[in-house]
């Protein structure tokens, strides 16, 4: 059974702690979601909790990014709500970056919206995502349901003090595939409430995250930033973002076009 090289290759990294560098995707368009995937990155998370994408929009730029090849596409959904995880999934999202996942109870009913029955409480009707996985033919249905929709890569995001608190449980409670730090909320919400500083947060979800051998990722702000998460021991890593890469090229370019010095870019 033919399945996409670029999941395989995104799981199989992610299980051996290789790290996997992504690009962020906030621009709803699947012209710069295909463009920015054929650039290298091993995955790119269509963002719907803060961009202004649709489920149709967010379904185009799944595909878009899924046929290039070696990108693995990854939904961000925008809450807790069974539809989106629907839509997302159904689209052929190869896994679900989940906000505000704070205790082991929403954990698990967020984890059982990602799997079908009996695990689970996914509805059936993935009529799309199987053409993402590499899927054809007859079959195609019940090969997804049977052999891959299982390995759905399932990303709780830990950005509140209270996450943070009850990580190790949230870890035990299973089905993590990957922690993801939101660290805008996270230093936030640790400064609202007092019960930490920002780097004692970072520091218990990189321990918790060790002694459960999970994996973590980040959004940084920069390739140079990925790349000393990277040394920290994050595995998932986002190193662009669109609308960075967007607004930055073209400062730089017009710089140069009026003969000025570079001006920094935030």
């Not at 040394?231 to 090229?249: F, M, N, P, Q, R």
């Amino acid at each position: 059974m033919p399945i996409g090289a670029q999941f395989g290759r995104f799981k199989g990294k992610l299980r051996q702690r290789i790290p996997l560098y992504g690009v962020w995707l906030s621009i709803p368009s699947p012209v710069t979601a295909r463009m920015l995937a054929a650039q290298g990155f091993d995955w790119a998370c269509i963002d719907m909790e803060h961009a202004p994408t649709n489920p149709a929009l967010m379904a185009e730029m799944v595909a878009a990014v899924a046929s290039s090849g070696t990108c693995a596409p990854i939904v961000r959904v925008p809450s807790h709500s069974p539809e989106w995880f629907k839509w997302a999934l159904d689209a052929g999202a190869y896994g679900i970056i989940i906000p505000m996942v704070s205790t082991p109870e929403e954990m698990r009913r967020v984890e059982q919206l990602c799997r079908y029955p009996p695990v689970g409480k996914r509805s059936m009707g993935a009529f799309y995502a199987p053409h993402a996985f590499g899927l054809r033919g007859p079959r195609a249905m019940d090969d997804y349901v049977e052999h891959v929709s299982g390995d759905i890569v399932v990303i709780p995001q830990i950005e509140s003090a209270e996450g943070v608190m009850n990580l190790p449980n949230i870890l035990k409670s299973g089905g993590v595939d990957a922690i993801f730090v939101g660290p805008h909320d996270l230093s936030a919400s640790v400064w609202a409430t007092q019960d930490m500083q920002f780097p004692d947060a970072l520091a218990r979800i990189e321990k918790a995250t060790k002694d459960h051998d999970v994996p973590v990722g980040i959004y940084a702000s920069s390739g140079a930033a990925a790349w000393a998460k990277m040394k920290d021991g994050y595995t998932l890593l986002v190193a662009a973002s669109d609308i960075e890469c967007l607004s930055s090229s073209a400062a730089e370019n017009l710089d140069r076009a009026r003969g000025e010095p570079a001006r920094p870019y935030h």
